[in-house]
């Protein structure tokens, strides 16, 4: 069965830090894809990235960055010099490839909250 | 520009009554999904259909139904609500590119 663990339960930080928010999964499938959703207390689900298990390298998107590493099978988000609108809870996510090739259910994590104090 | 539409996005209710929440696509998603997220806490998968006529249970028990009679309407249902059915219902469906869309939420009181 596939688990997604998101240790941190909540962050909070002063403005223009730099955060970084964890992500361990568990899948017994080579094949499968992660993501990271932000959720602000308007409580839609914003999608941010998409990762395959084919593709370890590292991803930029202005202040965003992540670092996914099978090793360790961690896909780990930070935001660089953090601001007040990127506080929000923060979900890391994982799916399975089905034998058909086509895609499973989302397994979420049980979120991050993070703070962004002015 | 919302792909997936979910209704209404607030809903106070009473005790014991019969509610639909509405969940429709414009995609040609086959895959379908319902999430229930209590205040603050993670999302747990509680319905999911990868076809017309094809619906499952998720991961967590859930009292409500579904049903999926066209590709593109997944609607939940609650024969009887409780104040324990109290939470936010996100829907979502995912296209052959393993993409989710999700929909804004339906958030539910019960009282």
């Known amino acids: 069965a596939q688990k997604v663990t998101q240790a941190q339960t909540e962050i909070s930080v002063v403005e223009k830090e730099d955060v970084t928010l964890d992500c361990v999964y568990e899948t017994r499938d080579t094949t499968y894809y992660l993501f990271w959703y932000k959720q602000p207390p308007s409580g839609e689900l914003v999608f941010l990235i998409r990762r395959n298990s084919f593709d370890e390298q590292n991803e930029i998107s202005g202040r965003y960055s992540w670092n996914f590493q099978k090793s360790t099978s961690s896909f780990n988000f930070t935001i660089t010099a953090s601001q007040v609108v990127d506080s929000a809870v923060y979900f890391c996510?994982?799916?399975?490839?089905?034998?058909?090739?086509?895609?499973?259910?989302?397994?979420f994590g049980k979120g991050i909250t993070l703070s962004v104090r002015p | 520009e919302a792909d997936i539409y979910q209704t209404p996005r607030y809903l106070v209710i009473g005790t014991g009554k019969k509610i639909t929440l509405e969940c429709s696509q414009t995609?040609?998603?086959?895959?379908m999904y319902w999430y229930q997220q209590d205040p603050g806490m993670e999302l747990h998968l509680i319905h999911y259909?990868?076809?017309?006529?094809?619906?499952e249970k998720g991961d967590l028990s859930s009292e409500s139904t579904v049903s999926r009679i066209r590709t593109e309407h997944f609607p939940l249902t609650l024969e009887s609500a409780r104040p324990s059915h109290t939470s936010q219902y996100l829907c979502?469906?995912?296209?052959?590119?393993?993409?989710?869309?999700f929909g804004s939420g339906t958030r539910l009181t019960v009282v």
């Open positions: 995609m040609g998603h086959d895959k």
């Open positions: 996510a994982l799916s399975e490839v089905l034998a058909t090739g086509a895609n499973s259910k989302l397994t």
């Open positions: 259909s990868y076809g017309v006529n094809s619906t």
């Open positions: 979502a469906s995912s296209d052959p590119g393993h993409g989710y869309t």
